[in-house]
């Protein structure tokens, strides 16, 4: 949604201020209907301090994949794309999303096709999404494509569901055991500080740790929130770096227990878009650019690149993955079979079904096993500060008796 000032005269006299609209004609028809006639508009500059700011894609995934839903089952009953836009930007939950149909619809009224008023919004509409729609335009069968979309995104959303389900329970875990800590150290110890104090002998030395600590909590708590803060800030901006993206996630994909999980869910979103794009009739080397920059794994994204090039010069696609740890002998000896048979679009759907179905399969297995372990970690954490408090406690008793 962009920001217009302009100046204009109504029946109290001249008049000025800032609207927000999707178009300066959409903006010179709200001044209308206000009583305003405009004299004369222009958009303001986005700036750092108007600019609205966002991590990561700015619509939930969820929100996403039912507006394709729907947009999928206005266009098979007949509906125009004009007025399913409409439509569609008046039922969506999403802020983001109403914002950005309404300037889509506006485009499209303005005799733009659909694939360019979507890649003017490349934060909301990937260009996977873009070419995908380009080709339902050329061949007719927009309704069949925004189906194929719908599916592809429903299946990536599930893929991601599972994941974050696997992931969300250690992360909780681990967030109430710091918690716990924190309060323990903070509130419970300090109080048997002058106890030990008064009894004046040599403290044991899971005692005397315990107490340094919670020393530095009481004096230096500042400092801790400071290093938390200063680590999340610094993996985003690593993130931001393909370079430093690139370690990160290559350090994911090797982590013990994690990394296998990872790894196939970064293969099964890589052959589900690729898949989705043969099947669109979106020339190979395209559709695999695409993929290098909507994979959301570097270390996946360089093989592609690779396996593009080699394409280019002429060579077998497959050569680089063969060379790669990150791609199983699965992924490249279907490859190879869908470009003998030329079915590459169908055997790359088997294998992100395969790759959907062990992500299911370990993410399952993965609750199973970390839930008793963090459990085992949290009383572990707690056990260890109860027993510096208590050990003291009974020489104490000793002592007294």
């Known amino acids: 949604m962009a920001r217009f000032k302009y100046n204009g005269r109504d029946k109290k006299g001249k008049k000025s201020g800032v609207i927000n609209a999707s178009s300066k004609r959409e903006a010179v028809l709200q001044l209308k209907e206000k009583g305003i006639r405009v004299l004369e508009i222009n958009e303001v500059p986005e700036t750092f301090l108007t600019k609205e700011l966002s991590i990561g894609n700015p619509v939930k995934l969820q929100d996403f994949v039912i507006y394709l839903r729907q947009f999928s089952t206005l266009i098979r009953a007949g509906v125009p794309i004009v007025e399913a836009t409409a439509i569609l930007s008046q039922q969506t939950e999403s802020k983001t999303l109403k914002k950005v149909l309404l300037m889509v619809e506006q485009d499209l009224r303005d005799g733009n096709p659909l694939s360019a008023a979507a890649a003017k919004h490349k934060k909301v509409f990937s260009s996977m999404f873009v070419n995908m729609i380009k080709a339902g335009e050329a061949g007719g069968n927009m309704d069949e494509t925004l189906e194929k979309l719908a599916v592809h995104f429903e299946k990536q959303h599930y893929t991601k569901q599972k994941i974050v389900s696997a992931l969300a329970y250690p992360i909780v875990v681990a967030l109430v055991a710091i918690g716990v ?15 030990f104090k008064d009894f004046g002998g040599e403290l044991p030395a899971i005692t005397q740790f315990v107490l340094h600590a919670s020393s530095f909590m009481q004096t230096f708590w500042w400092l801790v929130v400071l290093l938390i803060v200063a680590i999340f800030v610094t993996i985003m901006m690593l993130r931001n770096n393909k370079n430093t993206k690139y370690y990160l996630d290559y350090f994911m994909l090797r982590m013990p227990i ?9 293969l099964a979103r890589m052959t589900r878009t690729l ?7 979106v020339p190979i080397l395209q559709a695999l650019s695409i993929v290098e920059n909507i994979v959301e794994n570097e270390v996946i994204a360089r093989v592609i690149e690779k396996s593009r090039r080699s394409l280019e010069q002429g060579k077998s696609l497959t050569d680089p993955m063969k060379k790669h740890w990150a791609f199983p002998p699965l992924v490249t000896q279907m490859i190879v079979i869908g470009e003998q048979s030329g079915s590459l679009d169908a055997m790359l759907s088997k294998v992100a079904d395969f790759y959907e179905k062990e992500v299911e399969s370990a993410t399952d297995r993965l609750k199973a096993l970390i839930e008793p372990l963090m459990i085992v970690f949290l009383a572990g954490l707690v056990g260890t500060i109860v027993t510096a408090i208590i050990v003291p406690m009974f020489d104490i008793f000793n002592h007294v008796q």
């Open 181 to 195: 800590v924190i309060f323990l150290l903070v509130k419970v110890v300090p109080t048997f500080v002058d106890m």
């Open 275 to 281: 898949s989705s794009l043969f099947a669109s009739s």
């Open 258 to 266: 994690f990394g296998k999980m990872l790894q196939k869910a970064a």
